[in-house]
């Protein structure tokens, strides 16, 4: 029988950022642009469609009266490690689940690296943290190759471990990950179960106040239509005469709003018709084609506060996409050490709360291995919508959610 690798957890949290004051941004200078090479700019596009494909996949876990938040670009973070030490059918599913498939292993590693080095510089009014650790049994040996490429292209901080006292270890990895979110996650590892062997944890924290922020005294409770035409007594925020990128599509109202230098922005989507039935048909063309709709407008922006939180096991979810070999006893992560191992769980978790400062946002993913088996617009957001935050000048989404309900969580 084949030993077993246990691919732990995976777990999201967003929450608002609570900075009061005016309405205008704070002023520390301008920041940067991100800077790719040419091959780190083709790599966009397919992070952004595993994105969407996991987003997608993500609807089937929630109900029509359920929200859901996701950040896929930590999920790609931790894979990314953990594909470090894959081989075979199994690296060549993950690559292709993960859109890796177009790149060389190195292509994608360095691109990761650009992104953990320099995102979070690109606005000094945003806070944004990337952090990558590996965690492995002192009684377990990985192999220096594995190790040393997720320290040079993940910064990776690597830990061994008394795993026999487990409530010590947990807490150590635990406290790791509430010092990364701020304390915003504060527990990602349940227990260690026997035979545990190695945790990989990607974290990433983001935090930044609105462009223009909203006047809390303004904020007023009214109707919010839900996809069942029953309707609830929500929060909502508005703004007038304030910038902002708009498009009016045959199917859906989009509207983009800026973080504080406009290096970051909540991209919201409020489909005509079916909020589920538009996002499962929303693929990377059609993102595109929203995205090159929205221009530049005054306009008058009015949309609910929303908090809630959302855990899945991604597991079923990674295996529709691809990567079932990796769950199975066939498969080889025989770079991370000679004993034959495989992937047996995958959870997440999230949490998100926006108010009328700005936006908070945490995301932790953990992997776990152990031996087992124009004119003045009108933008009323009041029924379902779509959510995503992204680099303004790549487009690349660190965050993609839906709000159905957005008293549920409050």
Sequence with gaps: ???????????????????????????????????????????????????LKLFKAGLGTVSNSQNLILSPLSVSFAVGMTSNGAAGQTLTDIRKTMDFDGFTED????????????????????????????????????????????????????????????TGSANTINSWVSGQTNNKITKIIDQINDGAK??????????????????????????????????????????????????????????????????????????????????????????????????????????????????????AILKSLGMSIAFSDQADFSRINSTGLTITEVKHKAYIDVNEDGTEAAAVTEVGMGLTAAPTKNIILDKPFIFAIREMKTGLILFAGIVNDPTKGE
């Design 107 to 166: 292509q994608v590693n360095s691109y990761h690296h650009n992104l953990i080095t320099n995102l979070p510089d690109l606005d000094p009014n945003t806070t944004l943290k990337i952090a990558n650790s590996i965690w492995y049994a002192n009684s377990f040996t990985p192999l220096p190759a594995f190790i040393k490429t997720n320290t040079d292209f993940y910064n990776a901080e690597v830990k061994a471990l008394d795993f026999n006292d487990k």
């Design 198 to 315: 190695m945790f990989l944890i990607n974290a990433i924290y983001f935090k930044s106040t609105w462009k223009t922020r909203f006047d809390a005294g303004k904020t007023y409770k009214t109707a919010f239509h839900l996809a069942d035409n029953t309707t609830v007594q929500a929060s909502f925020m508005t703004n007038n005469d304030v910038n902002l990128n708009v498009a009016f599509d045959s199917e859906a109202t989009v509207v983009e709003l800026p973080y504080s230098n406009s290096r970051y922005s909540m991209v919201m989507i409020m489909p005509d018709a079916d909020v589920k039935a538009f996002a499962l048909g929303l693929d990377s063309d059609k993102w595109n084609t929203l995205m090159g709709k929205l221009t530049g407008s005054k306009s008058n922006i009015t949309f609910p506060k929303f908090k809630f939180s959302y855990g899945v096991d991604l597991k």
């Design 1 to 51: 029988m084949m030993r077993k690798l246990t691919l732990l957890s995976i777990g999201i949290l967003a929450m608002a950022a609570c900075k009061k004051g005016g309405n205008g941004p704070i002023n520390n200078g301008p920041g940067k642009d991100l800077v790719l090479s040419a091959i780190e700019q083709q790599q966009v596009g397919p992070g952004n469609a595993f994105t």
